[in-house]
C-alpha cells in the first residue's frame, strides 16, 4: 500500500522509456508529430546559452550532511521534507478544508474545468490549505486565489498546446527542451501574483507545492507563501523554479536548479517531478499514522485526481514504447489508488473526512498526443459539468472496489 515503492516502479520505468523514446526508430502519432512541425514554425526563439551556465558547469561537491543542513538564504520556512514531521511547523493555526491537486499532465484540464464549475455552483470553500504536485502544481497557486483566478486557469489549459510547453530538442540532460513551459510560467507567475498569495498567507493560509530532491531521492514540501512573503526578485524566480521542478518529468525534461547553503557552502540541488514521491500529497505519511502525536488542522480533505482510479483496458501495443508507456500508466494509477486508501486510513485516525473527485470513467474523447487542444478543452468541460452538478466528490473507494472474480486465473 505504501506509494513510494510503487513509484520506485514507475521511476524505473520512466528511465527506461527515456531510451526508448531516443531510438530514431519510435514512430510517434502523426499528430504529435504535427504539433512539433508547427512548434519548429514558431518566431519564438529558445534563451540564449549564457541564460543557462550553471547547467553546463560542473557542479559543486557536497554531501549528505550538507544537503539535509540545507536552506534557502534568507527564508527559514521555505520548505521541509517531505517524510519528516517538520511538516507540522508550516502548519496554519486554524483548522478549516484543504484542497490537495495531484498530477496528471495535460489531465490537469479535468481540475481546471472542475474547479471552475464549483466555483459556478457557489458550494466552492475558501481554503486554509492548497497542495499541488507537477500539473497540480501550476493550477494550485490560483486555485489558493479562489474563483476570481478560474478565467486564467481556464485559459492555461484551452489556450496552449504542445509548442506552449516543450521544444522538439534535446538538452544536455533530458529529451525535450522545456523552455516554453518556463516562459509560459514567467508570464503568468508575476509579481503581483506573489503579492496576492503573501498576503493570503499573512492571514494564515498555506499553500504548499512538491518537487523530488533528486539528489536526496526524497521529497520536498515548499512553502510558497513564505517565499511570496519575501517579496523581491529572488523571491520570484524561487517561486517560478519551484512550480517548473515540481512538473519536470526526469529524462523528458530537465531538473531545475535550486541554489541552497549548507555549513558554509553555497552549492545548487537537482529538483524534478514532484510525483516520482507524491502523485497528491495531504502530509508525510508519518503524520497519519497511529502513533502520530500531531494533530492536523483539517476540517474536510478535498483531492482532485487529475486521472481515472479504475483499471482501463486496452490491448497494448508489443513494442518496447508501447509496452513502457501502458506500464507506466499502470503504475501511476496503482500509486493514486494506494495513496488514496493510505489517506481514509489515517483520515479515521484524525478524524476528518476525505472527498475525491476523479475522471469519470465515461469520459472517453481521444487523445491525438500530448498536450492535444481538443481533447484538454473537452475535459476541461467535462470538470465543469461534474463541478457544476456537485457530484464530482465522493469517497473514492468505489473506483478501488475489489471486483468479482472471473473466469481466467
Not at 508547427?38 to 549564457?50: I, M, N, Q, Y
Amino acid at each position: 500500500m505504501h506509494s513510494p515503492r510503487i513509484l520506485a516502479a514507475f521511476a524505473a520505468a520512466l528511465i527506461a522509456c527515456t531510451v526508448s523514446l531516443s531510438s530514431p526508430s519510435l514512430e510517434w502519432p502523426s499528430a504529435h508529430a504535427q504539433q512539433l512541425v508547427e512548434l519548429k514554425k514558431k518566431e519564438r526563439k529558445a534563451p540564449a546559452a549564457k541564460d543557462a551556465p550553471k547547467d553546463q558547469q560542473e557542479r559543486t561537491p557536497f554531501t549528505v550532511e550538507d544537503d539535509n543542513a540545507a536552506v534557502i538564504p534568507g527564508i527559514p520556512d521555505a520548505r521541509v521534507w517531505g517524510d519528516s514531521t517538520d511538516f507540522a511547523r508550516l502548519l496554519p493555526a486554524a483548522s478549516g478544508p484543504w484542497l490537495a491537486i495531484s498530477g496528471g499532465g495535460s489531465d490537469g484540464a479535468f481540475g481546471a474545468g472542475l474547479l471552475t464549475g464549483w466555483s459556478e455552483s457557489g458550494t466552492r470553500p475558501e481554503f486554509t490549505v492548497v497542495t499541488g504536485v507537477s500539473i497540480g502544481s501550476l493550477i494550485a497557486p490560483f486555485a489558493f486565489l479562489g474563483p476570481r483566478y478560474d478565467e486564467e486557469v481556464h485559459k492555461n489549459f484551452t489556450t496552449i498546446g504542445a509548442a506552449d510547453i516543450f521544444e522538439d530538442r534535446r538538452t544536455r540532460d533530458s529529451l525535450f527542451d522545456y523552455w516554453p513551459l518556463k516562459q509560459l510560467i514567467e508570464n503568468r507567475v508575476t509579481a503581483k501574483l506573489l503579492a496576492e498569495i503573501a498576503a493570503e498567507h499573512a492571514r494564515g493560509r498555506r499553500l504548499f507545492v512538491v518537487t523530488t530532491n533528486l539528489d536526496a531521492s526524497r521529497r520536498v514540501i515548499w512553502n510558497m507563501g513564505a517565499i511570496a512573503a519575501r517579496g523581491d526578485a529572488a523571491a520570484l524566480k524561487l517561486f517560478r523554479d519551484i512550480l517548473l521542478a515540481s512538473s519536470s518529468i526526469p529524462g523528458i525534461f530537465s531538473p531545475v536548479s535550486i541554489d541552497v547553503e549548507a555549513n558554509g557552502k553555497k552549492f545548487h540541488e537537482l529538483h524534478g517531478d514532484g510525483t516520482l514521491t507524491a502523485p497528491f500529497f495531504v502530509m508525510p505519511e508519518g503524520m497519519l499514522s497511529a502513533s502520530s502525536t500531531v494533530r492536523p488542522p483539517i476540517t474536510q480533505l478535498y483531492v482532485i485526481v487529475n486521472s481515472k482510479l479504475g483499471p482501463e483496458f486496452k490491448v497494448t501495443d508489443r513494442t518496447m514504447a508501447g509496452v513502457l508507456a501502458r506500464s507506466i500508466a499502470v503504475a501511476l494509477t496503482a500509486a493514486l489508488r494506494a495513496e488514496i486508501m493510505l489517506i481514509h486510513v489515517g483520515a479515521q485516525r484524525h478524524g476528518f473526512e476525505p472527498r475525491i473527485a476523479a475522471v469519470d470513467e465515461a469520459f472517453d474523447h481521444p487523445s491525438r498526443g500530448p498536450f492535444d487542444g481538443k481533447y484538454m478543452q473537452a475535459l476541461y468541460e467535462f470538470g465543469v459539468a461534474a463541478g457544476k452538478k456537485g457530484s464530482a466528490f465522493g469517497d473514492g473507494l468505489s473506483g478501488l472496489s475489489i471486483r468479482k472474480s472471473s473466469t481466467q486465473p
